[in-house]
Every structure is written in C-alpha cells, then in structure tokens.
C-alpha cells in the first residue's frame, strides 16, 4: 500500500520526498507510520521499475533535495493497481482507504463501481472478531462490555460504509 499511495500522491503533482512523506503520514494516520527506512526504499524501487522520476534540485542550504513525479509508465501502473484492487486490498481498512483515497484517479466509472463493488461484498458477508464455533458472535452473544463495545462499533461502521456504498453505486 505504501507503493500505491507513492504512486497516487504523485499522480496529482511532483512532489519532494519529504513533502510526499508527510501526506503518507497523514493518509495512513498514526496506525501505520511511514518511516524512512521503509518511504525511501519504496521509492527507490519504484524510480528503479520506470515509474518515478526522480530529478536533483539545489536546495535552500547546502543539501539537494529530490524532486519526484509519475512517469507515464507509473501512471499506468497506478491505474492498474486501482482497477485490479482485491483480497486484503479490500477486506483490510487501512489498506481499502488507501485505495479509496486514489480510485477517483480511474478514468471510467464502471472501473470505480467495481471496486466499490467488491468492497460491498465483502462486507456484506457474515464477519466477527469472535466467534462460537464457525458462528459469528455479535454484540448481544457476549456479556464481556469491551468486546460488546468493538463489536458495536463495528457494526455501525459497517452500516454506514454499506449505505456510503449503495448510494454511490445507485
């Protein structure tokens, strides 16, 4: 996801690496920080595959700073991964928001349904963080207050992302 969101970022303008961290940070929030031993490798393999472009600058002291843009070849790649979204990229939040927060870059909207599809799908299916058995427990199977609570909580998330996502593909 940390590839995606470099390739997303960069597909609405160059920007300097430490400039892209910093939305990084800010998309996956404090659940999944984005250090620089992990920013910087990404980086450089994607510069590396063709689909970035990394050009030197001068900058405002002695250090040069990095300037990075989408290739025409990243932005392919970029679409691709978009339209191909699946398995943990929609049934792992952090990872769905990631690609949510880029889909609008897929140029047909059919593309964006089906994405939005899948996500539908998946949560429509019965789930639980416990479970009796093969049974999903809900918020009224269990006496634990805490777990009562998630589960609540969960459940009202997922109602509402299920109503989000019936309205925009309506």
Request: charged fraction near 25%; hydrophobic fraction near 40%; proline fraction near 5%.
């Amino acid at each position: 996801m940390l590839e995606l969101a470099i390739l997303g970022f960069l597909a609405e303008g160059p920007l300097h690496g430490y400039q892209l961290r910093h939305r990084i940070a800010h998309l996956s929030g404090h659940t999944q920080p984005v250090s620089d031993g992990s920013l910087y490798p990404a980086i450089n393999r994607l510069v590396n595959a063709g689909l970035l472009d990394r050009r030197t600058e001068p900058g405002a002291s002695a250090a040069q700073r990095h300037t990075l843009s989408l290739t025409d070849t990243g932005h392919c790649e970029l679409l691709r991964r978009l339209q191909d979204a699946g398995g943990l990229d929609i049934s792992d939040s952090t990872r769905y928001f990631t690609v949510l927060a880029f889909l609008s870059h897929l140029p047909d909207t059919a593309d964006q349904h089906a994405v939005l599809r899948r996500r539908l799908e998946f949560l429509e299916q019965p789930a639980s963080f416990f479970h009796d058995k093969d049974r999903p427990l809900g918020a009224d199977d269990t006496d634990d207050p805490y777990r009562r609570g998630m589960l609540t909580i969960a459940r009202a998330t997922s109602h509402a992302e299920r109503s989000w996502l019936r309205k925009v593909l309506a």
